[in-house]
Every structure is written in C-alpha cells, then in structure tokens.
Nanobody
Framework: QVQLVESGGGLVQPGGSLRLSCAASGTFFSAYIMGWYRQAPGKQRELVAGISSGDNIAYAGSVKGRFTIARENAKNTVFLQMNSLKPEDTAVYYC??????????????WGQGTQVTVSS
C-alpha cells in the first residue's frame, strides 16, 4: 500500500516562509514526477509545481520566483520551499506522485492535504 505523508503546513504572516515535505512510502517501482497542487476555498485545484526524477521542474506562474521545489530521490521525498507568501497563497496543499515501473506506466497518488494559511 502506497502512502504520501505531508508535513509543514500552518499559519504564517504575509511575507513569511513555510517548507512543505512529502514522503512516499510503501511498495512501488519508482517515483517519476512528484509535486504539489493546491485548492483554495471555492476554487479548482491548481498545479503549483512539479519535478521529475531527472530534476525537470515546472512552476505555476503565480509562484515562480517565490517557491522552490526539490526532491530527494533516495528517500522518495519532495519539498516545497515557499517564500514571500501572500494571502492568495492560502489553500490546502496536496502532494502528488506518479509511481510505477516506467515513465509511461504510472499511477498518480495523492497526499491527504495540508493547510497553509497566510494572514496577519
């Protein structure tokens, strides 16, 4: 059974920083793409950032230059460093991982979500 366990959410003031972590555990071949989505109240879930096993990275335009995604392949862990946070970054952040025997044969798994609130 595969699990994605997230940590690091919380309440922070505008301009502050938070670091999210997500570790994949269980039995699987490889973790190809890992990353983060977020969903604010009343809005659709949106991609924040993703990183491949070869360190190819994509960011949403709204977070580029403020957020940094990284991964530790040996531990199947992905991180999201969030700096210069804004109230509009408030959302539930969901980790995801595309796991499987090959890059074209994966299943997407999701974490349980962690709340990030940016407010003074």
């Amino acid at each position: 059974q595969v699990q994605l366990v997230e940590s690091g959410g919380g309440l922070v003031q505008p301009g502050g920083s938070l670091r999210l972590s997500c570790a994949a555990s269980g039995t699987f071949f490889s973790a190809y793409i890992m990353g983060w989505y977020r969903q604010a109240p009343g809005k659709q879930r949106e991609l924040v950032a993703g990183i491949s096993s070869g360190d190819n990275i994509a960011y949403a335009g709204s977070v580029k230059g403020r957020f940094t995604i990284a991964r530790e392949n040996a531990k199947n862990t992905v991180f999201l460093q969030m700096n210069s946070l804004k109230p509009e970054d408030t959302a539930v952040y969901y980790c995801y991982a595309n796991l499987g025997p090959g890059p074209s044969s994966t299943i997407r798994y999701w974490g349980q979500g962690t709340q990030v609130t940016v407010s003074s």
